[in-house]
């Protein structure tokens, strides 16, 4: 079974230009997580869909950022303009549907990307 | 809302020697709790997780852990370490009823074993 995979590896920008990055979760995965991990700091959560539908935004650091997971497959997270201070590296997880008992599922993480914003 | 306190940022221990890595959470309500680890160039895998039941978790590769609900900690060990075990290691939590799953990261804790 193949894991989440994330593309690109790396990015590398110029501040005010756009970045897309895109998610692949494990196949019939309805939830799908975007986290972020800023340098010397903790990996935080970004948002959650569960399909195609955004559960929780939360953790979305502002407008410029935006999620998109049509079809419920594959994700995007796109920031547009980036800035100095969205560098970091972009984690995704996904999870399969939450059992009936309410107990919760592993989130199988991806390799992550890392952004640079010079 | 819930906070993670990983409280060692790096820890060096020698190959065959045993290690804990120390972790204490804070929390309003009741949380799951995991350990995850990152190796090098590679994303985040699941070492073991505490739903509920036995306080003594044992995961992957060797390592355990104790949750201690008095003392809000969830501590992770292995009693003889290998140089492959050298990676980031990542505490996190989630709250019961939380929405969307989400979990709260500590900031990591590097082990790196020398031989």
């Known amino acids: 079974e193949a894991g989440v995979t994330q593309f690109p590896s790396h990015s590398v920008i110029e501040k005010g230009q756009t970045v897309t990055l895109r998610c692949d979760p494990i196949?019939?995965?309805?939830?799908l997580y975007w986290y972020r991990r800023v340098m010397g700091k903790e990996i935080k959560f970004l948002l959650h869909?569960?399909?195609?539908?955004?559960?929780?935004e939360s953790g979305m650091p502002n407008n410029r950022f935006l999620a998109e997971r049509t079809g419920g497959t594959y994700s995007t997270l796109k920031v547009q303009p980036a800035e100095l201070e969205d560098s970091g590296v972009y984690f995704c997880?996904?999870?399969?549907?939450?059992?009936?008992?309410?107990?919760?599922?592993?989130?199988?993480f991806g390799p992550g990307t890392r952004l640079t914003v010079l | 809302a819930q906070s993670v306190t990983q409280l060692d940022s790096q820890v060096p221990v020698f190959e065959e020697a045993p290690v804990e890595l120390r972790c204490n959470y804070s929390?309003?309500?009741?949380?799951?709790l995991f350990w995850y680890v990152q190796y090098p160039n590679q994303g985040l895998q699941l070492l073991l997780k505490?739903?509920?039941?036995?306080?003594l978790v044992k995961g992957i590769n060797g390592f355990e852990a104790e949750f201690n609900k008095s003392q809000t900690s969830f501590h992770l060990r292995k009693p003889s370490v290998h140089i492959s075990d050298t990676a980031e290691y990542f505490c996190?939590?989630?709250?019961?009823?939380?929405?969307?799953?989400?979990?709260?990261f500590g900031g990591g804790t590097r082990v790196l074993v020398k031989p």
């Open positions: 929390s309003s309500v009741s949380v799951y």
């Open positions: 505490y739903l509920s039941g036995s306080t």
């Open positions: 869909f569960v399909k195609e539908s955004k559960q929780d």
């Open positions: 196949s019939g995965h309805d939830n």
């Open positions: 996190a939590v989630m709250g019961f009823g939380a929405a969307g799953n989400k979990l709260t």
């Open positions: 997880a996904s999870s399969p549907r939450r059992t009936s008992g309410g107990t919760t599922d592993t989130q199988y």
